[in-house]
């Protein structure tokens, strides 16, 4: 059973730079080639994770690896530019998100999942439940136009698969050399990767993408769970 992605618009809504590669850098790709518009919106500034040996004006350095992650995909972009851990379904957050939503007018949201591991994942997940239903509601006021249609949502795996039942699978087995370029643009978070209180995250990547692959019969699966919710699920 195959899929296309073909003329979807497909927004990835993430808390860090290097969450869109480790979690759905597979789809985006394929999206990509299948003839869908993708984009990513990068919510955080990823100034707070620091390696061992500090990176100077690290939030300008993730910036400048997320634009070129994103040239390899040929995404667009948006940043939204708050300072790690500041982030929660506050007004102006959802709101700020909310006309990122509405510029872009994807078909298909993807976010963190609300079990993932960091508190700044979780918060995604709740501002992209909000904003995701107020981006088509004319009451709600902005600079952009109301969507005519609130997009479908796919919760996104977890970095280590704790917590989270896949709902169904996306077959990545040909974008694993996309995504994987695409990881390797966060050299300062890859350097963290022997640190005390971090991980290796190309073997992680590694690791999900081969285990959620055997479950599903290929080489390579990004895992999802569609947002059961009304007016956010779509038949495929």
């Known amino acids: ?37 993708v984009g990513i919106c990068v919510m955080c500034q990823g100034d707070k994770g620091q390696p061992s040996e500090p990176v100077p004006k690290l939030a300008a350095v993730r910036r400048k690896e997320m634009k070129a992650s994103a040239k390899i995909l040929g995404a667009g972009l948006f ?18 998100l909310l006309e990122f939503i509405r510029q872009f007018s994807p078909t298909l949201l993807l976010a963190h999942s609300a079990e993932d591991y960091h508190p700044d994942h979780r918060a995604v997940s709740r501002l992209v439940d909000a904003a995701s239903w107020y981006c088509a509601s004319r009451g709600q006021k902005g600079r952009s136009k109301a969507l005519n249609l609130a997009p479908a949502i796919w919760w996104m795996d977890t970095l280590d698969m704790n917590g989270f039942t896949p709902g169904f699978y996306v077959d990545v ?28 995250l190309a073997e992680l990547m590694r690791t999900r993408f081969r285990t959620r692959g055997l479950q599903s019969g290929v080489d390579a699966a990004e895992a999802f769970r569609a947002h059961l919710s009304f007016k956010r699920l779509r038949a495929w």
């Open 173 to 200: 087995s040909e974008y694993v050399p996309v995504k994987t370029r695409m990881l390797a643009c966060h050299q300062s978070q890859l350097a963290r990767g022997k640190d005390m209180d971090f991980s290796p």
């Open 1 to 37: 059973m195959k899929l296309t992605f073909n003329s979807e618009r497909i927004l990835a809504v993430i808390a860090h730079p290097d969450d869109a590669e480790l979690f759905c850098g597979g789809t985006l790709a394929r999206a990509k080639a299948e003839g869908a518009t």
């Open 79 to 96: 940043f939204g530019e708050y300072p790690d851990g500041s982030l929660d379904d506050l007004p102006d957050q959802r709101q700020k």
